[in-house]
């Protein structure tokens, strides 16, 4: 039996609360933090992966691009030794409904991927992490945010990850919320462009 393309899963909105918490507190938690952090770091590469049509062999860990064009062509891993195959149609199974894709945000998980391992303080580590989950995917066309980056890295639906995020923002739920606005407007200029 061929071992399965494993992806690191969306966080749990929790372990963000605990940490949100934690910070408003004044006490930070630099392992919660770094859970937090290093969890968001694995789901932005895998989204990067996704969008460069690379994978990583589950049996020996090399990292290499499926550029075969044939859909059901076998794709070996190229490490030495290693037996491990897969196609392309398997590879965008593995993916295909775990939201790792990166839409408009690329550059949103490009630059969490790249600055995180970087940064040495919990203040720097807890501020990427805060830019990253508020970002949005960018419509070019229009300039304007159209969907919230979170819903590739938070666990729950679209609607719950922005009641979520409003909650975390502290923004008075009985008050219509900038993303769920944006996320109308979203919708509304989709139809109309039908």
Not at 91 to 114: M, N, P, Q, T, V
Not at 127 to 154: C, E, Q, T, V, Y
Not at 163 to 187: C, N, Q
Request: proline fraction near 5%; charge should be positive.
């Amino acid at each position: 039996m061929t071992s399965r393309i494993r992806w690191a899963p969306r966080i749990e909105q929790s372990l963000i609360k605990r940490l949100y918490e934690a910070d408003a507190s004044g006490v930070p938690d630099l392992s919660l933090c770094d859970e937090a952090g290093v969890g968001l770091y694995l789901r932005c590469q895998a989204i990067i992966r996704v969008h460069r049509r690379q994978v990583e062999c589950p049996d020996c860990g090399t990292v290499f691009e499926l550029s075969r064009p044939e859909q059901n062509a076998t794709v070996p891993c190229p490490g030495a030794g290693c037996a491990w195959q897969t196609s392309r149609t398997e590879y965008a199974a593995s993916w295909s409904k775990k939201r790792i894709w990166c839409g408009k945000a690329l550059e949103a998980f490009e630059e969490y991927h790249d600055q995180y391992p970087r940064a040495r303080t919990y203040r720097e580590k807890i501020l990427l992490i805060d830019r990253l989950i508020h970002r949005f995917h960018w419509d070019l066309k229009a300039g304007m945010p159209n969907r919230s980056a979170a819903n590739n890295l938070l666990e729950g639906s679209h609607d719950q990850v922005v009641a979520f995020l409003d909650r975390l923002s502290g923004i008075d739920p009985s008050v219509t919320s900038a993303w769920h606005e944006t996320a109308r407007k979203m919708m509304e200029r989709r139809k109309t462009a039908r």
